[in-house]
Structures are given as structure tokens and as C-alpha cells.
DNA sequence: CGAGGTTCTCGACCAATAGACGAAAACAAT
DNA sequence: ATTGTTTTCGTCTATTGGTCGAGAACCTCG
């Protein structure tokens, strides 16, 4: 611990990418948007969509814009910054840093792909190129951990489903039995989800015809009263005031703001 | 959409820096580490700590290496990445994007700082340079987040610590009441705390001594029962079988991985 | 058209979690 | 010894959410 000089923000020059993990279920099953890397390095193996970021986007920017050339983006129901990960060496030659994606396209979505891309089933992943698979994983864990606490699921399903649908959408993606009672029951407390009215005709072989559903809100939003350790519930007011009204700068420093 | 050229995973030539948020609970107040800044651009204005990336250093090695130059890193007790930042106008000049972290000092520690350095009271910030603000009220957030489903408040204290200076530390980084017996009950039956067998003689005054707790891991650790939508109780076996033992790859691209 | 089968909906029950609160324990000061 | 203070422990209760069964609505088939 020195004295520092103050030093300029500007970092040192390095190449920065985008990548995105796009997850969607299909036909039961939690998969991920994958491409196949025809040239080196790492040829032979599958990839993330992404690539370089240009000098005049935002990181958000050009992760949209990248994954046009993969995807209709008009599907993506979800983005969100999942991870940066910088290790001089996580791809040969160059320094490369990447800033890594989650995006979301709901169930029943069937946008086409060029030919050298492909949607993998998330459980039995290929081979994959560099640090992608790491990245994979931790976008589902974030898929699965937000599915608790947010009202993600709105970026699983269409605008309309039946409780089946969505406790099939959420089975899917956790890896384990949900109960749709159970399901619609927390969605309808917390406010998420409400009866659209309209009822959905039972396929062959009978059964009640199930009421459809939609999401209130399409964009992510956390429960809110998800916290344990709450507020107390008594008094609403129970912030806590400022301790001592002195200067919020305990030490002012030598070559200081003082004006 | 358009079929895409297999493109390099090399990015276009940017400047990266790392910045970090480092919070502390100084006397009851939660407290944010910064700079001040005596050169332009956005001199006069507060700021993170934090500076350009090197070549070959990961972006987690380049903040310790930069926070070493503000503040002693062996307080730092946690350090997490927050997010990323690419605005191409968040910083005038020159392109750089910006890597935040989150770090966090236990409370009672004071490590000396540098002349232009000092805490602040993070609800009442000062006028901060470019987009730093924003960056230090998401790692305020964050903390809040995982101090209710993480273990991180072992990040917030000394290894040993009495019930009630933990509830103190919860309430200042929360903003409100936080109950001693409740915070020990919750966390005793998670499993994150345990009694050491000392205790702490009473100041003047009297009362009863309080007994001594530490935090079992010093690591963060994701409470696992923490989520709603639990796997069902009663069997064991709920995993979610692969639905049909075809492919995992729906479409084979027509460029593809065929061997 | 009725019987049986299927799927969905709703409500009741119950276990676990955690906020609220008061009583008891252990100590200091007088 | 009495009083006051702080901590600890136990109980009460509200809420959340998993379980389960009964009933509702529909299909198919005879």
C-alpha cells in the first residue's frame, strides 16, 4: 500500500467480445443456442454466438446486434449481464476479454438458424471452444436461481399458457418436479401472473379445459418481499436514521475537495 | 438474420479498466472507499478505485493489484464482479470499458489510506465522477441481496463477533431493524454461524456477557434451501429424466460437426 | 346418451420458516 | 441486596408453500 498518483481511467488497449448464452426449451427440454466453429482455433468445436465489440456500441448493443446474425432478436423475451472474464489466456494468441450474456427465448418460438447453428440440450453439452461451457453452466444456474426470486419465467412462455405449460417450462429448466397447484398459487400471491379469461380447448382424450394465463409485467422485476431477514412488519417505519449528523467524509484528505 | 462468416473471436482494440466498490461498516454507517480526483476529466469529482488492465493479468488479479495501492487487501474479506459497463460516452476521450467489483472489509478494521483517499457514508454520497455513482449503489444492492441468501455477513465482521454487533452490521447494511435473536436463530439453523465458547466481558453498566459466535466458512456459500419452488420433500428421486433418448443436437448444421 | 377416463381447478390440511415478545439469566453499579 | 442493563431462551403466531383429495369440465367409446 503506497501513495498513489492519481491515475488516468484510461485502461491499457485489449480486445473485448460479446458473447451470449441463449437458452430456450424445447420440446421439454432446457437447451442451448450453440455454433459450430469450422476454422481455428478451437475448429471442431461448438461456440457461443457473439464476437468483437465495435467502438461505437454498448456492450448491450452489440450483443443485440450479434445475435441477429444467429437468431430473430424480436424472440428474445430476456438479456441480462451474466459474467466477464479476462484470463490473458483463455484464448490462444491475442488478449481477449469477454463479456458474457444470458438471453431468453420463450417455449414454442421456432426462429430459424443459418446452418452452422444449433440449439444442444443443456444436459448433454458438445465439446466447446474456450471458456464457453463455463459460461453455459453459469447462465443456467442464473436462469434457475432467478426463476425463485423474479418473475423470470415471463421470458419461458408466450404471452398466453395454461398452468401445465408454465410448471412444464419451469420443470424443465430446474431439473426437478413443480407442482402446477403449487406454482399457480405463489405466481397468483406475489402478483406475477393473472387469468387472461379465455380457456384453452383440452386435446384428444378429454380432461377440463385449463385457463390461460399471462405474466402482468414482461420485464424482470424481483419479488420483493423475497428477503429473508425482512423489515420488521410493525412499524413501517423502521429505517434506520443517520447515527451521528457529523460530515459524511470522516478523513478529509491532504489534497482534498475542501473547495 | 443472415448466414453468418464464422468470424474470429477476436474483438476490436478497446482500453479495459477494473474499478471496485469497497464497503465497509464504519461506526454503524455503511461506508464506501473513494478517490479524489485532482486531474480532468471530472476533476474535483469522487471516484472508484481501480485503473487500466494489463496485459497479462485477469481482471480479478488487476483489482487486487489496484486496490493494493488504496487500501491493505489482506482486510479485504470478499471480492465479487458486479457487472460491466461499455457505454461508448461513459467516460469522455477514449473508449474504456469498465469492469466493477465488489469488495468488502469487516467491520473494526482501519486500514490506513492514502492522502486522497477516505470512506464515505453511502447514503449520502458526494458528487462522483463519470458513471461511478450507479456502480457503487449496485454493489449496495448486491450486498443487500446476498446478505439474505448468501453468507456473506461474514464478509461484514471479524471472526468473532457477539449477536448483537452482527445484528448491528445487518442493520446498517440493510437500512433497517434487524432482530439479534431472530438473525441467531436463522443462522444457526442454516449453519452458518456456531458459538466459539467465549464471551465477551459486559462494558459499564453491566449485563448479561454475550457469548462469541464465528461464521463456519469464510467463503461465500448460497444458502441451498433458498429457493422457492423447492424440489418436492417426500421423494428423493424427482429429477426430471432426459425425456426421449434421441439426439441432443436437433438439427445437424449442414457445415456441421457429422465427424 | 350415459359410463368411464383424463385433465384441470379448488380447497383443506400440515410442516417449516421466521417475526414478535416476554421471561429469565448474568453481570455492573450503587 | 437492589436496581438497571444486556443477552439469551422459549413461546406464540402469521405466512409461506408442499401435499393431497374431491369435484369440475371435457373427451371417447359403446
Redesign the interface.
Known amino acids: ?4 498518483t ?13 458473447l451470449a448464452v441463449v437458452l430456450q426449451i ?4 432446457l ?1 442451448a443456442l450453440l ?5 481455428a ?1 478451437d475448429a ?1 468445436r ?2 457461443l454466438p ?10 448491450r448493443d ?1 450483443i443485440r446486434r450479434q445475435l ?5 432478436v424480436r424472440e428474445l423475451t430476456h438479456l441480462e ?1 451474466l ?6 489466456d483463455r ?1 490462444p ?5 469477454a ?1 458474457g450474456y444470458l438471453g431468453l427465448v420463450p417455449a414454442g418460438a421456432d ?11 443443456s ?4 465439446r466447446m ?2 471458456d464457453h461451457e463455463d459460461l453455459v453452466r453459469a447462465g443456467i444456474q442464473r436462469l ?2 432467478k ?3 423474479t418473475n423470470l419465467g415471463f421470458a419461458l412462455a408466450q404471452p398466453g399458457f395454461t398452468m401445465s405449460e408454465l410448471a412444464g417450462y ?3 429448466a ?6 402446477a397447484t ?2 399457480q398459487r ?1 405466481l397468483l400471491r406475489r402478483g406475477q401472473i393473472e387469468p387472461t379469461g379465455d380457456t384453452v380447448r383440452p386435446g384428444r382424450g378429454g380432461g377440463r379445459p385449463a385457463a390461460v394465463y399471462r405474466f402482468r409485467t414482461r420485464v424482470l422485476e ?1 419479488t420483493d418481499e ?4 425482512h ?2 412488519r410493525r412499524s413501517p417505519e ?3 436514521p ?3 449528523p457529523s460530515l ?10 475542501g473547495h
Chains 1, 2 share one sequence.
Open positions: 500500500m503506497t501513495v498513489v492519481p491515475t488516468s481511467p484510461v485502461g491499457q488497449a485489449c480486445d473485448h467480445e460479446v424445447r420440446s421439454g427440454v437447451s455454433w459450430w466453429r469450422a476454422f482455433p471442431g461448438w461456440a457473439g464476437g468483437g465489440l465495435r467502438p461505437d456500441e454498448s456492450l452489440s441477429a446474425e444467429k437468431v430473430d449481464q459474467d466477464s472474464r479476462g484470463e490473458p484464448v494468441g491475442r488478449r481477449v476479454v463479456t426462429p430459424g438458424l443459418p446452418g452452422d447453428t444449433a440449439w444442444h440440450s444436459d448433454r453439452l458438445p471452444a474456450f434457475r436461481s426463476l425463485s426470486y419451469y420443470r424443465s430446474l431439473g426437478h418436479e413443480v407442482d403449487n406454482l405463489i424481483v423475497f428477503a429473508v431477514l423489515p420488521p423502521h429505517r434506520i443517520p447515527p451521528v459524511s467524509t470522516e478523513r478529509v484528505p491532504d489534497a482534498g475537495p
